[in-house]
């Protein structure tokens, strides 16, 4: 049998990554050649240009792609990130873990992932504006309410999803609440949304923590990132009983063996926006903080912060991924070998936001609304469903919990393609 080749257009150390960990998966379960490779690469792509008129009155164009990886379970879903170091390569990767993702809570998505080569804190909030209304418009042939249903990610906003939505709808003709998710309450945003992924972090924290026998009471927990996903573990973990010890932003960590104040370092972030001179504790790197003697570690930001260099210096009991792809294909290895740290990957520990942007898509489709209670209620319920198979196939085959992960996700994506057939 020939190999095919596949285009170097999303060559990247991100995508390689996850190309990695899906051979790994692949060769786990024995999926079948004629398989692999229409399971593994991205359906399609988006490369758009994006013209915007600035504050000053000149004209600056930047770029933004869409990467939609899987049709097959259904329209595909995934963020859109507004950062100044996207990559198409790291946006397929991160349509990959989606794929995963969606059909390891049994959503019937596939995955997607968008971004925009922008640093938005240089952009004014009329700026920000023309910008999003633009990325909207040019992707408006390639996506739709059943096709595919963009989201907030780092550096956009429920705002955002408003302005989104509202250039659809006008394309449209009529108001289509589904086409994203992550909006404002008041445009069919669903209640939790904002905090889904922040409260599923820390739902799983706590249950894995009662599997290995440790007092939520007694933890301590460090948060590298302090954006909408870490304060809101933060804040649940607190709830639970848990003492928050450090958390950080890109300017600065914060330490305080006492436990952090949370509410006030959100009060603080909400005025000053960082972290940088918060007097709630003394200051430490990044790279100390993930050092950092601990119960339990989330890193909440950036991928690959957790490399072969510093893996054999962590000591954290529970490693919790509320980030995507926070630990390099080696450095899991060096876990592995370690045993001492049990891992919540990211596929499963994540997955909070997503499913929150499912009911979200449901709700605007029925047009019928639930409460907060309600939502969080089928919220976890989903998660207890995706951990119980993810500790099943673990148990079953001896996997680490990543492989158990990623295993039921790719499998269920191949599972579809190949009762789908080939078209002609």
């Not at 794929?99 to 080569?117: D, E, F, M, T």
């Not at 950036?302 to 054999?312: C, G, S, Y």
Request: net charge neutral; glycine share 8%.
């Amino acid at each position: 049998m020939s190999k095919v080749i596949i285009s170097s257009l999303y060559d990247s150390p991100v995508f390689k990554m996850a190309c990695r960990q899906f051979d790994q998966a692949a060769d786990a379960i024995s999926l079948p050649e004629t398989l692999r490779d229409r399971t593994k690469y991205p359906r399609r792509c988006f490369a758009v240009s994006l013209p915007i008129q600035r504050d000053d009155g000149s004209v600056t164009v930047f770029e933004g792609y869409r990467v939609q990886h899987n049709l097959s379970t259904g329209p595909s879903k995934g963020g859109i990130r507004f950062h100044q170091k996207v990559t198409i390569g790291e946006v397929a990767a991160l349509s990959m873990w989606m794929s995963w993702k969606c059909s390891l809570a049994g959503l019937p998505y596939g995955g997607a992932k968008g971004g925009v080569i922008v640093n938005p804190t240089q952009l004014s909030d009329f700026e920000l504006e023309r910008l999003a209304r633009r990325y909207m418009q040019e992707l408006i042939p390639f996506i739709g309410p059943d096709t595919d249903v963009p989201a907030p990610d780092m550096g956009t906003n429920e705002k955002m999803m408003g302005w989104m939505m509202d250039t659809y709808s006008n394309h449209v003709g009529h108001i289509s609440p589904a086409i994203v998710t992550g909006k404002p309450i008041a445009l069919g945003g669903s209640q939790g949304r904002r905090e889904a992924t922040g409260a599923g972090v820390a739902y799983l924290v706590k249950a894995y923590l009662a599997d290995f026998k440790i007092s939520i009471e007694q933890a301590t927990v460090a948060i590298q990132g302090f954006g909408n996903v870490g304060s809101e573990a933060a804040l649940a973990l607190v709830e639970y009983g848990a003492k928050v010890i450090v958390i950080s932003d890109y300017t600065v960590g914060i330490s305080n063996a006492q436990g952090i104040d949370i509410r006030k370092a959100l009060q603080y972030i909400s005025t000053q926006r960082v972290l940088k001179d918060f007097e709630g504790g003394d200051e430490i790197s990044n790279e100390e903080l993930l050092e950092l003697d601990c119960t339990v570690l989330i890193p909440a930001a950036l991928d690959r912060v957790i490399t072969p260099e510093n893996a054999p210096k962590l000591r954290c009991r529970v490693l919790a991924e509320a980030a995507n792809g926070p630990t390099t294909y080696r450095a899991d290895k060096v876990l592995e070998k370690r045993g001492d740290i049990e891992v919540i990957p990211d596929v499963i520990c994540n997955a909070g936001g997503v499913t929150v942007s499912y009911f979200e898509w449901l709700q605007n489709k029925q047009n019928y609304y639930w409460d907060k209670e309600e939502v969080m209620a089928k919220l976890f319920k989903i998660l207890d469903k995706a951990k119980h198979a993810v500790e099943a196939q673990k148990s079953r085959f001896g996997f680490s919990r990543r492989l158990a992960a990623q295993t039921l996700g790719i499998q269920r994506v191949a599972d579809a393609k190949e009762s789908r057939g080939l078209f002609p």
